[in-house]
């Protein structure tokens, strides 16, 4: 019995992946015709043969391994600091009960405000250059990390802490034995959408006022009205977005066995 | 009033005093920290020089707007996707991978194919919700219980009966906490993209009053975003909670 469903789940994977492949084509076929139709003024759709030329220029071009190295390393320091920032407060938060109580809703409630205007006071703080834009994505990134954490924290069961507390454990040992096995999987999903967050923040300060980076890239093919380019970095930066997310969901889980 | 609600409140009162202390003092220098009763009396000013209730609708408007076509068109290709499974398998996996791109940084293609100004903010912000919007209508559509389709069956309901009659209350939680995301996104991408542009409501003016360097009316129209994005929230939230007891 066994063998057959296999094989049928074999074949509707197969098939799945014949769609895919077909609307990838209908889509770039689509794309060449909405080019040529002449429906937008000359340039602003570029013909998906240029695109893909263009793809194959820049990937090529030194500049996109250089500005690909700025902003991978400015969205490493955000992310550090500002996922490490998410952590201790969540932790902090949801050990000490008034301190979570307190401060939470004005963790929950900044959340959803758009960062980026923040990025004209973090400007007169750090000036142009590397420190805005981290700055701007550890803020991006506190946010998801501290809601995660404060939430796993307070999802720990209570059956679990009076456990511990009978066998006299210390609190060093409550947070190695129990608080951490119990937090891995909302930090690892506090870390992921930190990694979102992040990204987001370093590529729209890049491209706001900056000198270096991708969005810096980007920003520049537009100012030169270079479209070919700047839809070609375009599929570029989501697919270094896209695969950053796949290898954040396919590695961690693994390594620390979520 | 609860302690940590008075704990709260008391820590960003003592942060305000010992800030406006601080830079009264000369301690942090006066052209990067401004003093609180500085970004106070900047209001006034915001509201007679700059427009800022004006500003504030407009930003309202935009993100009504386009959450308003996102809702609409959103629920429909989430029934579409719900009912043809080939529409599904070929725009499903788009879909999805869209819900996890950094979608406001496609502005750049925006702004060549509609221009600087509202059009460009409207048509971003409702890309970003759309997204959210038909993901939560496919699923709360195929969360539907099949007894409900079934009973449905049973009495011969035609297929728009069954949409309007069984699936659509059905799956009414997650269409609403669709619409939530929606509000949620287009407020997050109309302030973002106004503020990037330097165009439009209320981001636009922030980025106005930093290139003309008036340091407390910047600082105090961003704390207007920051209140507004919260009431904004907050709203939604309750009302969610209202439509949708359970």
Known sequence: MVQPRISSRLRARARRQWIAAAAFVGYLVLWQLIARAGIFYEGVIPSSIAILRALYEIAFDRALYLNTAVTAFEVAVAISIGCGCGLALGLLGGAVRIIGSAYEPYVHYLAPTPKIVFLPVLLLFFGVGFGTKIALGALSAFFPMAIATLAGVRSVDPVLLRVGRSFNLSRLQLALKIYLPALRAPVLTGLKLGFGFALIGVLLAEIKLSNAGLGFMAIQYYNHFEMAELYALMVIIFLLAGGANALVDQLMPRRWGG | ?246
């Not at chain 2, 940590?4 to 301690?27: F, M, N, Q, R």
């Not at chain 2, 500003?55 to 719900?82: E, I, K, Y």
């Not at chain 2, 925006?110 to 509202?118: H, P, Q």
């Not at chain 2, 003309?212 to 009431?231: D, H, K, N, Q």
Request: charged share 15%.
């Open chain 2, 1 to 246: 009033m609860r302690g940590p609600t008075i704990l709260g409140l008391a820590t960003v009162a003592a942060a305000a005093v010992l800030l406006e202390l601080l830079v009264a003092s000369g301690v942090l220098p006066a052209y990067i920290f401004v003093r609180p009763s500085a970004i106070l009396f900047s209001i006034v000013g915001l509201f007679r020089e700059e427009a800022l209730l004006e500003r504030l609708l407009v930003t309202l408007g935009a993100t009504l707007l386009s959450a308003a076509m996102a809702v609409v068109s959103g629920v429909s290709l989430g029934w579409a996707l719900h009912r043809c499974r080939l529409l599904d398998e070929i725009f499903g996996t788009w879909i999805a991978a869209l819900a996890a791109a950094p979608l406001i940084l496609l502005y750049p293609l925006f702004l060549v194919v509609f221009g600087r100004g509202e059009p460009t903010i409207i048509a971003m912000a409702y890309v970003a919700s759309l997204v959210a919007m038909t993901l939560k209508t496919r699923d709360g559509l195929a969360g539907v219980r099949s007894v409900l389709r079934a009973v449905g069956s049973s009495f011969r309901v035609t297929s728009a009966q069954l949409f309007w009659k069984i699936e659509l209350p059905a799956a009414a939680p997650a269409i609403f906490t669709g619409i939530r995301l929606a509000l949620i996104f287009a407020l997050i991408n109309v302030i973002g993209i106004e503020f990037m542009i330097n165009d439009g409501g209320i981001g636009g003016l922030i980025a106005d009053l930093a290139d003309r360097y008036e340091v407390p009316s910047m600082y105090a129209a961003i704390l207007f975003v920051v209140l507004a994005s919260v009431a904004f929230f907050w709203a939604t939230e309750r009302a969610e909670r209202w439509f949708n007891p359970a």
